[in-house]
């Protein structure tokens, strides 16, 4: 398995917006599931927003839909989430991994990828 690297992440006001990238170094996922999770302190570590590796089928949590969007660019090996107007309740840890997804759902099932250290996200009212 190989861990993922996250970045983007930082502290930003109520209604900013960040950019995740999420990359996989020596792996190429262009035909894998892949997806974003966040996990908040005492909390459960949840499914945020997922793509298929076609690029056709996504998911979003409903807390997120119609604020973060997930692309991928399998040339750079690269996947993004955008994240705009931002709430203090999206303040977790985001990683990204492996996926498995349908229509209404994904979870992760990481068969060559690892949770990486994630980022960082805060949010301040």
């Known amino acids: 398995q190989v861990q993922m690297v996250e970045s983007g992440g930082g502290l930003v006001q109520a209604g900013g917006s960040l950019r995740l990238s999420c990359t996989a170094p020596g792996l190429s996922f262009a035909d894998y599931n892949m997806g974003w999770f966040r996990q908040a302190p005492g909390k459960e570590r949840e499914a945020v927003s997922c793509m298929s590796w076609t690029g056709e089928t996504t998911y979003y949590t409903d807390s997120v839909k119609g604020r973060f969007t997930v692309s991928r660019d399998n040339a750079k090996v690269t996947v993004y989430l955008q994240m705009n107007s931002l709430k203090p309740e999206d303040t977790a840890r985001y990683f990204c991994?492996?996926?498995?997804?349908?229509?209404?759902?994904?979870?992760?099932?990481?068969?060559?990828?690892?949770w990486g250290p994630g980022t960082q996200v805060t949010v301040s009212s």
């Open positions: 991994g492996q996926v498995a997804i349908g229509h209404g759902y994904c979870y992760a099932s990481q068969v060559r990828t690892s």
